[in-house]
């Protein structure tokens, strides 16, 4: 088994700071993602990684960043916070593509509150 | 961008009879079926999948119909218990070459004692 961590868990900030959440998987899972999603809603993928250094753009990447530093680990970055914006910001990982899909794993989110 | 449309949005249902979330899916070549259950205040967890090359797959309460001509798919729970109520997800695999599941927006299944 293995276990995905998300730091920090509540995450406060004020409008327009630089806000970064940071994702560890100790599977040793090949692909990570990053999702938003809001209250009650679905996810949407923000970005995604196959690989360490490799970076793929989901639906929702517009004002976040990310990096993949290692195959364990993934951040994402909050560019500029929007005021009143309410989210959970949840990191999944799942073994080697390879063209053949396999069950995503989920860490535990980050919630965000912007002032 | 792809989407998979979840319906409905809230289902209510008495314990032991049936709930059914239908999902539809655009892309032809999508092969892949997750279901994932998010209980309140937890991360989704994988609960049942099926892929392109089944149509019928059911893991003791749970069956998942893929009907590929239409595009659609559907989660059934059988006998449903208190401890079901909770968000489903259904996601579709997006193939254009990448490791993309798109999610749908989600079912709330409330079941009533």
């Known amino acids: 088994g293995g276990i995905i961590t998300q730091t920090p868990k509540f995450l406060i900030g004020q409008e327009g700071q630089k806000l970064t959440l940071k994702c560890q998987q100790n599977?040793?899972?090949?692909?990570m993602y990053w999702y938003r999603q809001d209250s009650g809603k679905g996810l949407r993928l923000i970005y995604y990684s196959i690989t360490e250094n490799d970076l793929q753009k989901g639906d929702l990447s517009e004002g976040y960043d990310a990096s993949r530093e290692k195959k364990s680990s993934f951040s994402l970055t909050v560019t500029s916070a929007q005021k009143n914006e309410m989210a959970v910001f949840l990191c999944a990982s799942s073994p080697d593509w390879g063209g053949y899909y396999a069950e995503q794993f989920f860490g535990p989110g980050t919630r965000l509150t912007v002032l | 961008g792809e989407q998979v449309e979840q319906l409905p949005s809230i289902l209510r249902v008495q314990e032991g009879s049936s709930a059914s979330i239908n999902c539809s899916y655009e892309d032809s070549a999508s092969n892949y079926f997750p279901w994932y259950k998010q209980e309140p205040g937890e991360n989704p967890k994988l609960i049942i999948d099926?892929?392109?090359?089944?149509e019928r797959k059911q893991i003791q309460e749970l069956i998942v119909l893929l009907d590929k001509k239409a595009k659609r798919f559907s989660l059934h729970i059988t006998d449903t218990q208190p401890g079901d109520s909770a968000m489903y997800f259904c996601?579709?695999?997006?193939?254009?070459?990448?490791?993309?599941?798109?999610f749908g927006e989600g079912t709330k299944l409330t079941v009533s004692s």
């Open positions: 099926i892929r392109s090359n089944m």
């Open positions: 996601a579709a695999s997006n193939q254009g070459g990448s490791a993309k599941l798109i």
């Open positions: 599977f040793n899972h090949d692909t």
